[in-house]
């Protein structure tokens, strides 16, 4: 049984940090590509970042140079580290595992973040 499950949300001021967390379990996770994705009351949800298998990241342009995605393949962890947060990034946030290979995909249940003063 595959399980993401996601920590480190939170309320913090604008201009604060947050390091979200991500632990898989029942998938081989470093056969995964994984994403943060997020979801705002009333809107879509919305990539964030990606990290693939080889360690290449790619970010929503919203977030570039204030967020960092990363993975330790030991702990079977994905991290997102958000600095200079804005009240814009409140929203929802879930991690995602996919595998092209044999179109595997999994979420996790989200982490509520909220910036605000």
């Known amino acids: 049984q595959v399980q993401l499950v996601e920590s480190g949300g939170g309320l913090v001021q604008p201009g604060g940090s947050l390091r979200l967390s991500c632990e898989a379990s029942g998938l081989r996770f470093n056969s995964y590509a994984m994403s943060w994705f997020r979801q705002a009351q009333g809107k879509e949800r919305e990539l964030v970042a990606t990290?693939?298998?080889?360690?290449?990241?790619n970010y929503a342009d919203s977030v570039k140079g204030r967020f960092t995605i990363s993975r330790d393949n030991a702990k079977n962890t994905v991290y997102l580290q958000m600095n200079s947060l804005k009240p814009e990034d409140t929203a929802v946030y879930y991690c995602?595992?996919?595998?092209?290979?044999?179109?595997?995909?999994?979420w996790g249940q989200g982490t509520q973040v909220t910036v605000s003063s």
């Open positions: 995602n595992a996919n595998r092209r290979a044999d179109n595997k995909d999994y």
């Open positions: 990290i693939s298998t080889g360690r290449s990241t």
